[in-house]
């Protein structure tokens, strides 16, 4: 009796479901053609303002695209997002005119974004580019990418950091450039410039950057002149020193320009030094004036 009782429920249970399934209330019984078409592959456009655990890449395909939140790890921050003209048919080169005027939007916007010129900075600029497949959807892209390194000598490596970099420069900061030593190699030229306080003893100092014309990146030492020669005026306002044939007996200079590959980007920012290659100093050297740096007789 308890096994037909069963056998009774069962059969009820299945009529049930067979009724709902054959219900005409909103249903025409086809699952498949209610759902909405998807709609086809269009263009992608990141965000500014997020920031990005992966290393930096000159093209972004979509799948690569996983933002974080500043807060977390991370190595890279996007301060802005421009666009190339909407006629263009493929990427930019490197060495295209879109690309240098994208990198100097970049960098004016970097700048803005980090409250001063971000060279002023242990920072690195760079322009990222939609990959080939995401320009033939309709990107047209470009992305202003900041990162901190650990040197802005040569061989610097992007730090893995906390925290967003908007209004780093506004105020003292660790990221700054400052009172620096000098390591040396033959003939004197310097090498290497080492970070250091400026309460220690010290032989040179970052004066600020001289932003060079758009001229071909020099490959003779003539060429370097003018290099020089705007880096000292950069010198002379740091210290307050007047910008005058005197100049270059008072103080002696380290001139940090780009690579030749970020100057065929559009990068026309040199750093300056400040140098003394005969004696070291405590404190800083800005705005001390002619009387802490007279004209050197030997």
């Not at 009774?8 to 054959?22: E, H, I, R």
């Not at 005409?24 to 990141?46: E, I, M, Q, R």
């Not at 001063?116 to 080939?132: C, F, H, I, K, Q």
């Amino acid at each position: 009796m308890q096994h037909a009782t069963r056998t009774l429920v069962t059969a009820f249970a299945v009529a049930a479901l067979l009724a709902g399934c054959g219900s005409t209330a909103g249903l025409d019984g086809n699952l498949v053609d209610d759902w909405a078409a998807l709609p086809p592959p269009g263009a992608f456009t990141p965000a500014a303002g997020v920031c990005h655990e992966a290393d930096f890449a000159e093209v972004v395909p979509l799948g690569a695209y996983a933002p974080v939140d500043c807060a977390a790890p991370h190595r890279v921050e996007t301060v802005h997002v421009g666009t190339f003209p909407a006629d263009r048919n493929q990427p930019p080169s490197t060495s295209s005119a879109e690309l240098r005027t994208a990198f100097v939007e970049c960098d004016n916007r970097a700048t803005g974004y980090v409250g001063d010129n971000w060279r002023a900075g242990r920072l690195r600029l760079a322009v990222a580019v939609p990959s080939e497949p995401g320009w033939a959807a309709g990107s047209r892209w470009y992305r202003c990418d900041l990162m901190e390194v650990d040197t802005v000598e040569a061989g610097a490596k992007v730090v893995l950091r906390t925290g967003s970099l908007r209004d780093v420069l506004r105020t003292a900061s660790a990221l700054r450039l400052g009172c620096q030593q000098t390591r040396t190699g033959g003939g004197g030229v310097v090498q290497t410039l080492v970070p250091v306080p400026c309460t220690e003893r010290h032989d040179a100092e970052f004066a600020g950057v001289w932003p060079a014309p758009d001229r071909p990146y020099p490959t003779r030492s003539a060429q370097w002149a003018p290099f020089y020669a705007g880096c000292r005026s950069v010198l002379a306002r740091f210290a307050g020193l007047p910008d005058d044939d005197d100049l270059v007996f008072r103080t002696d200079v380290v001139v940090r320009p780009p690579s030749a590959g970020r100057w065929r980007v559009g990068d026309r920012g040199i750093r300056c030094y400040l140098w003394l290659s005969d004696r070291r100093v405590t404190g800083t050297l800005k705005g001390v004036g002619p009387a802490e740096l007279p004209v050197r007789t030997k």
